[in-house]
């Protein structure tokens, strides 16, 4: 199978790219000119160098493709400029199912997110099926990514076959940005979680994620949404998962939203504003800490055969590659397992 992938010098894209050269797939993977390719170590494929906000630049790597695997987005959950966000994850998702439908691909792939999905504070488990409008979207992120996710459902409903995947938290290794979640983990690794708030995180091992790619490009309805997921935790329990296996301590302290709003309210002004630099807490993140983001994967399970597995290992994993890396001090000698 001959499949145009987007995203595959990213977190979730390199992991999809493995997967799918696993399955013999021979692949034409979408870079940049200012690219790592030392990201696609290892990954066999042609790279065609393009931009997705130039469609054009896309067409003849996409004619003659069985599937368009579409994972590149732009996953910040601060920005300067939000209407870069939305070139990035809303027009080029519309132009590339466009260019798509022109190539007479049979089938795409879209990686939305669950950050499309409407949760709650009260922690209830959610799944494709909760009511949502883009009222219930909180910052640029979400509301970028409802956005495109719509364009893919418009399309499928005039009749192209696309897949909508929505993973949930993926973690894993090869998070070289680091993304959001990454961070929280980067900064645990090296002393910087003193405290934490009460919300909670569905995480997912990555090459789960990945794996289910490879399922919907044979499985699944077109215009259907499928929730990827594996465990629902609070932060704390997180926390302390990395604890048991870094021996690090987990911190104890617990902050009030209020306190956790003022912070990121000085460090999005200072840090962000003043000093142009990204600050390590936003008002977003904290207005999104305040549902709890648990979901149910039960009909990847049904529709995709999607495993849900402990995520543990995929932890344990993402911790050793962060210290192998560099991103934080090496593991002592001495780590509870």
Same mark, same amino acid.
């Given at each position: 199978?001959?499949?145009?992938? *987007? ?124 009511? @949502? *409008? $883009? ?28 897949? $909508? ?79 048991? $296996? *870094? ?5 104890? @302290?617990?902050?009030?939203?209020? @306190? ?10 200072? *840090? ?66």
């Amino acid at each position: 199978m001959k499949i145009f992938l *987007t995203g595959a010098t990213g977190f979730v894209g390199y992991h999809v790219a493995k997967a799918l050269a696993a399955e013999g797939a021979e692949l034409r993977l979408l870079v940049r000119k200012s690219s790592n390719l030392a990201h696609l170590e290892g990954i066999p494929g042609d790279a065609h160098t393009g931009d997705l906000l130039n469609p054009e630049s896309l067409r003849s790597a996409i004619q003659g493709c069985d599937a368009v695997v579409h994972v590149a987005a732009d996953y910040r959950l601060w920005i300067p400029d939000p209407a870069a966000m939305y070139r990035a994850n809303v027009d080029a998702t519309r132009e590339l199912l466009r260019m798509a439908r022109e190539a007479g691909v049979p089938r795409v792939v879209y990686t939305s997110s669950v950050a499309t999905m409407h949760f709650r504070t009260d922690g209830i488990v959610i799944n494709e099926d909760t009511p @949502v *409008t $883009i009222a219930d979207m909180v910052g640029h992120y979400k509301r970028s990514k409802y956005l495109a996710e719509r364009e893919a459902i418009e399309a499928a409903t005039a009749g192209q076959q696309v897949i $909508i995947l929505n993973p949930t938290t993926p973690i894993g290794p090869n998070d070289a940005k680091p993304t959001p979640t990454g961070r929280i983990f980067v900064d645990f690794l090296n002393g910087k979680f003193p405290a934490y708030v009460d919300t909670g995180l569905h995480l997912v091992d990555v090459a789960e994620v990945a794996h289910a790619h490879v399922l919907a490009l044979t499985g699944g309805q077109a215009g259907r949404r499928y929730i990827l997921g594996g465990e629902n935790l609070t932060l704390k329990q997180i926390l302390d998962k990395m604890a048991a $296996i *870094t021996g690090i301590p987990s911190p104890t @302290v617990k902050i009030p939203f209020a @306190v956790a709003a003022t912070y990121a309210f000085f460090e999005e002004l200072i *840090t962000g504003r003043i000093r142009g630099k990204e600050p390590r807490a936003t008002l977003e993140e904290v207005r999104m800490g305040r549902k709890k983001m648990f979901a149910s994967s039960a009909r990847a399970q049904q529709e995709l055969g999607f495993r849900v597995v402990p995520v543990y290992p995929a932890m344990r994993a993402a911790i050793d590659w962060f210290q192998t890396h560099g991103y934080a001090p090496a593991a002592s000698a001495k780590v509870r397992t």
